[in-house]
């Protein structure tokens, strides 16, 4: 028999993109729609999920992405095919709920503002153009961006005008607060869970037994955090609140196992704290101690010993954020130094 050299693909490039389209354009249920903002990487994975919630227009649209421009077509068409059946005179989007202040989940909203007026002008409605209303948990007067450049008041100044329905004193945002119930289209309850960010919310989607958690519960990997204890606290309470079975995530595939990868998450993490305490106990390696204790980087010397030094340094943030729980919780104190070479005393037993 001859052997014949096999293209893995004969269909045309048109048809091809076509298909990479519709990949990245997934209904979940019969009132949820996601879309991928177009920004895979390292720390997005396949990229930002974005979610449109409603059986017909007006949706609810669950972040933005980043901005991407193959973004918007994609969300275009996501939202004449959800809203095909739907009242023209009606908004394709009443609310958007962002859910956390990272670039990834706010930087599309100039351009997906942009794409609702648009839209709306296209099918030439008489009414006035209805611009959605954008929710967000506030944040703190006193926040300090651990993990990268405060990005939101720069997208927020390049809002296109008039394209949203402003909050009080004519701010962007109407202000989210823990329990809320967004509209009585999309019936969605606000859990505030921080941790991951000061401002990070979590979403009850009771029509689909669903919850959405942005950047706190991954659908693969773990996820990073400024604030351990809190994020942990919220973790808890992710798992105590009842009405949901599966976890529809900021980042990577649906979670069917809902709770049960919310534990895994919290014992993950009591693990670690674990193995942090242990080292802490234990006499300081000689030549290693400062001040007659460990540091963070001895410290992550001694648990990522098997693992290549070139995750040590990004490891040595996580093993600092635990320690300030601990120091939190009255377990360790801190002896001086910054940084990585911060030197720690355990008080516990």
Known sequence: MTNVAIRPTLLPTATMDKL???????????NVVRVLGQNPGKFTLQGTNTYIVGKQRPFTLIDTGEGREEYIPLLESALKDAGASSDPSAADVSDIVISHWHHDHVGGLPSVLSLLRRLWDERNVAAPFKPPR???FPTPTTFRSIQGHYTLP???ESLPADSYAPGPEGSPFHDLHDTQVISEFSQLRVLHTPGHTSDSICLHLPQDNALYTADTVLGQGTAVFEDLAAYIASLRKMLDFPGYTVLYPGHGPVVSEGAEVIQTYIKHRLEREAQIVGVLKSPVPQGEAVDGSWTTWTIVKSIYARYPESLWLPAAHGVDLHLRKLEGEG????????????????LGN
């Not at 990479?20 to 019969?30: F, G, H, N, V």
């Not at 377990?331 to 355990?346: H, N, P, R, Y």
């Open 154 to 156: 720069s997208i927020l």
């Open 20 to 30: 990479e389209a519709l990949a990245s354009i997934t209904r979940l249920s019969e």
């Open 134 to 136: 954008l929710h967000k």
């Open 331 to 346: 377990l360790v104190e801190k002896m001086g130094g910054e940084g990585k070479d911060t030197s720690w005393k355990f």
